[in-house]
């Protein structure tokens, strides 16, 4: 599968950005999604995930009640709503896949990467 994530830009601490992610292929729905981050000279960090079985999400703590992880299977495309934004979530935004993947919080749990949409915060 061959994902793209779009939807970045530079938004004001306070302000929201939802981040699409389209995906190739038939078989979209068998696929456990996620979402990681890159600051400059930091490690990619998981933001949230869903598995593909049954939908069950996981978020990071700094990101609860904040960004929501969703998915539209006939539109191929997994979503990242980011609400009331902080300086601090300024990065470089992926999505990730594995077929029938559990929605891992962790790299390796992920076969597929897309090219990354950076997010700029400006306080």
């Known amino acids: 599968v061959q994902l793209q994530a779009s939807g970045g830009g530079l938004v004001q601490a306070g302000g929201s950005l939802r981040l699409p992610c389209a995906a190739s292929g038939r078989t979209f729905s068998r696929y456990g999604m996620g979402w990681f981050r890159q600051a400059p000279g930091k490690e990619r960090e998981f933001v949230a995930a869903?598995?593909?079985?049954?939908?069950?999400?996981g978020y990071a703590d700094f990101v609860k009640g904040r960004f929501t992880i969703s998915r539209d299977n006939a539109k191929n495309t997994v979503y990242l709503q980011m609400n009331s934004l902080k300086p601090e979530d300024t990065a470089v935004y992926y999505c990730?896949?594995?077929?029938?993947?559990?929605?891992?919080?962790?790299?390796?749990?992920?076969?597929?990467w897309g090219q990354g949409t950076l997010v700029t915060v400006s306080s």
């Open positions: 990730a896949a594995r077929q029938y993947g559990s929605g891992s919080s962790v790299v390796s749990g992920y076969d597929y």
């Open positions: 869903m598995r593909w079985s049954d939908g069950s999400i």
